[in-house]
């Protein structure tokens, strides 16, 4: 089990933000061509792999189920393939940290291969859900050893020959929707996927580059009908990761309530199912421009340019959570600093991320001064001209929530202190370095 020093890291409010950066590469995207590339048969090249904890742990998974990963000097990532159907089986439990997405998308590997492996994670990571992903696995014809309430660690021993199956994924939860997918690569047949709410759509488009035969309609009910054929040969191929708009959210949301600023963050991935807070800051009046918006790699991307400026409250409709579901923790730090209401509403897969996200915010918020006020699956933020801050926030092994709350302290009248940095790695190192090339204030006391 991964078990990490906190790390206490504090914030301050100071000069405007001013630049143009570069956040690290998409998280989503980095496990996928990793994992792809293992399934592929032949040599798969990445360039701009979030080098991040999170993912680090799907390229040791990798490995251990037989594919070869390394990094070239010029920072390419090198991942030979054993191909679909032709997994070893690890010789030590499989460790995914901190990392949901590696984890799930893992088990639809393991779990459609006549292989035995036992996944692990963090404190955090082994209180999440997994039986979204076991009850379609197990429909398959994978065993499932595990303890009650289907949480980690626990053992996955796939089939002789996995049953292809129709599924209706029963959350909005493009892990699942991938996990079945991806445990379809090694069904005979086609697997169908049935998704009543969209979710991000980059293992469909990933598949579909490695040469799968995978194919989506909308049914007579407008919910997404995805089928993939099993067992194809996927063919490798050169994959440049964009930069991450989950990442991106940081410096931006800092810009926008730090008066005088003007950031710009380049080649950033603006897929439509990952860009709802983009939408959401420009409703509530945000100066965001995006600009030398083009089509790479099957993909969008742009630069975003904003400028501080004054914020209103919106609400934002339960609709567009898929499309910015790791996005609320910054965005209601922007809610704070905005003229009146943001409400918040569909927020309930919140309670399921790395943290339960929704009594996370919100009790930052409280030992802040921000007013609000956390339903079951709503958050009501009450915007203010000035915002207290001084408050000390827990973070709960939790990335986003650090990352949000060390935004607030770099506009808040008072500094913000997280109680642990650490994860911030698990997605976004070069996190601190960044803000500073941007002339931010974030300091790890105690560091060397
Ligand atoms: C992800 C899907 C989302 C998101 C996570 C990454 C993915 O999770 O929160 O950070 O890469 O498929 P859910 O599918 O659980 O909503």
Redesign the pocket.
């Known amino acids: 089990m991964t078990v990490q020093a906190a790390s206490p890291m504090i914030s301050h409010s100071g000069q405007p933000l001013k630049g143009e950066v570069r956040v690290p590469g998409d998280?989503?995207i980095s496990?996928r061509a990793l994992m792809f590339g293992a399934l592929a048969v032949g040599e798969t090249r990445i360039s701009g792999l979030l080098e991040s904890e999170d993912v680090h742990h799907t390229g040791d998974a990798m490995r251990a189920l037989g594919a070869s990963v390394h990094r070239s000097d010029d920072g390419v990532w090198h991942v030979r393939g054993v191909g679909v159907g032709a997994l070893r089986e690890p010789e030590n439990a499989l460790d995914f940290g901190n990392a949901?997405?590696g984890a799930r998308l893992v088990m639809g590997m393991v779990g459609s291969h006549p292989i035995t492996a036992t996944f692990i994670g963090d404190a955090s990571l082994s209180k999440r859900p997994m039986g979204r992903v076991l009850d379609p696995l197990r429909q398959m014809g994978t065993q499932v050893l595990a303890r009650a309430g289907d949480r980690l660690p626990l053992t996955l021993r796939g089939p002789e020959t996995a049953m292809p199956l129709s599924y209706r994924v029963p959350v909005?939860?493009?892990?699942?929707k991938?996990a079945v997918l991806i445990a379809g690569l090694n069904a005979p047949g086609v697997t169908t996927v049935i998704e009543p709410v969209p979710?991000?759509d980059?293992t469909e488009r990933m598949l579909s580059g490695f040469g799968a035969d995978i194919v989506t309609t909308q049914n007579e009910a407008g919910e997404r009908v995805i089928r993939l054929t099993g067992q194809p040969e996927l063919t490798p191929q050169d994959i440049t990761v964009p930069c991450d708009p989950s990442s991106a959210a940081f410096p931006i949301v800092a810009a926008l309530i730090t008066p005088g600023s003007e950031v710009t963050v380049r080649d950033v991935l603006l897929n439509p199912h990952r860009t709802g807070l983009f939408t959401t800051l420009r409703e509530m009046g945000a100066d965001l421009e995006i600009l030398n918006e083009r089509e790479t790699g099957g993909e969008r991307l742009g630069d975003i340019r904003v400028r501080h400026g004054v914020l209103k409250g919106v609400t934002v409709p339960a609709d567009r959570a898929p499309s910015m579901?790791?996005e609320y923790p910054v965005l209601a730090i922007a809610a704070a600093f905005a003229q009146g209401e943001t409400v918040m509403l569909g927020l309930e897969?919140l309670r399921v991320?790395e943290s339960d996200r929704l009594s996370a915010v919100a009790a930052g918020l409280k030992a802040n001064g921000i007013d609000h006020e956390e339903g079951a699956d709503t958050l009501l933020v009450r915007g203010a001209s000035t915002v207290p801050g001084g408050g000390t926030v827990v973070t709960h092994l939790d990335h986003r929530i650090a990352m949000s709350f060390l935004v607030l302290g770099l506009a808040a009248q008072a500094p913000v202190t997280v109680d642990d940095g650490a994860p911030i790695a698990t997605s976004f190192p070069g996190f601190t370095q960044l803000f500073e090339s941007l002339g931010g204030n974030i300091e790890t006391p105690g560091a060397a």
């Open positions: 998280k989503s496990h949901g997405t909005p939860s493009a892990q699942v991938s979710t991000r980059h579901i790791d897969e991320k």
